[in-house]
């Protein structure tokens, strides 16, 4: 091999590819500040006071950054009304999901401009599409319902909210290190509308406006750049029965599917809870009766039980693609909810609770929080009112 410098070729070759310059164009301002439903926070004020292309540059920077290139640098510029984007520091064809992603941005804003025609768009909410994730180094993806408008309006960050972060601690716990946990969680939204936290109910009408977004997105991101099939999660009762609707298989909690997004390409797909959905039935004014504590406890600790196996699947088959889908759920089910029961109410008392780890311990210690322990896979209580629509 020709050694130059004490480097080898392969290794320079290598070193140019991991540092190749990329260019973009975005498109017209017009389209730009409907894709990036510029200015994201500003009601006369502007929470952040930033141009068009500081916005641009805050979304791709986090992309570059959750995909594990530290010292990538973007530049976003505005020229005779085209915007472009010039990225440094990451590999050749790295703008090309990015490109994807706008142009299924479009078939958004397609869907959004047909359902406020239909006077079905509501006043407080935002076309917001999936910025600023993982565009190359994906493990995983989240079949989610919708953003809650603070995603967009205050941070500013689609994977800030209190629905991922409790699911980044999960797959934590199911040993993925924090700082790559934003590569398994490639959210695609049924509903691209950022919405306040508690709008599932009226979202309900919106789903096939935004059917052509949707199925693209899906078909985008079931692979990674090298081919790799990627798992899916869907959570939530309406994404898995939107799932049913769209690809044909019912997914139930700790339920496993398989759907074909585009010829010859077969996804597996994991039903769970909305990550939310724990707040819900751990809550004691969801029952009745003077044991209301006791089944909020015993609703929570089964929820809990659900969504460790659930992140362990999903860290399992991203983290080694090719994995046996039901073979790893056996496994993380029997973990979870069986060999470390105890584990699981611990970081249920300390997560949901907000106990310390000495308090937790001694709680999943009782008699009566043992005994709940050996039902964590026994139906849930009936709980006094209708779950949320999550």
Known sequence: MFKLAGLSLAALTLSAAAHADVDLKLGSTE???????????????????????????????????????????????????????????????????????LDAGDLAYTGASKLNADGKWAFNWYLFLPLGMALENRKSVELLHFPPDYSLTQAQDYLRSNTTDRWADLLTDNGIPADQTPAYQTIIDIAPIAAPANAGKDLEGTYDYFKDYQTTMVKQVSQNASGTVLPMVAFGAPVR?????????????????????????????????????????????????????????????????????????????????????????????????????????????????????????????????????QQLKAPLPESAVPAPHI
Request: glycine content about 6%; hydrophobic content about 35%.
């Open 31 to 101: 389209r730009v500040t409907r894709l990036f439903a510029y200015p994201n926070n500003c009601s006369v004020i502007c929470f952040r006071d930033w141009t068009l292309e500081q916005t641009v540059t805050h979304y791709l920077s986090q992309s570059v950054q959750r995909d594990g290139y530290p010292d990538a640098k973007v530049l976003v510029k505005t020229d005779n009304d085209q915007l472009y984007a010039e990225i440094t520091g990451v590999p050749k064809g790295y703008e090309k999901p990015l490109a994807a992603l």
């Open 241 to 373: 029965n939107w799932i049913k609707q769209q690809y044909g298989p019912t997914v139930s909690v700790l339920g496993l599917a398989t759907i074909s997004p585009s010829a010859g390409v077969k996804v597996p797909v994991l039903g769970s809870n909305h990550p939310s959905y724990i707040w819900y039935v751990a809550d004691p004014e969801s029952y009745t009766g003077d044991d209301a504590q006791a089944k909020a406890d015993a609703a929570g600790l089964k929820v809990m039980g659900q969504d460790l196996s659930a992140a362990c699947w999903q860290a399992g088959m991203g983290s080694k693609p090719g994995s046996d889908p039901k073979t790893l759920l056996n496994s993380c089910t029997q973990t979870w909810q069986v060999t470390q029961k105890v584990k699981t109410c611990e970081l249920f008392y300390t997560s949901i609770r907000h106990s310390t780890a000495v308090q937790a311990a001694a709680t999943c210690a009782t008699p009566p929080i043992k005994a709940q322990l």
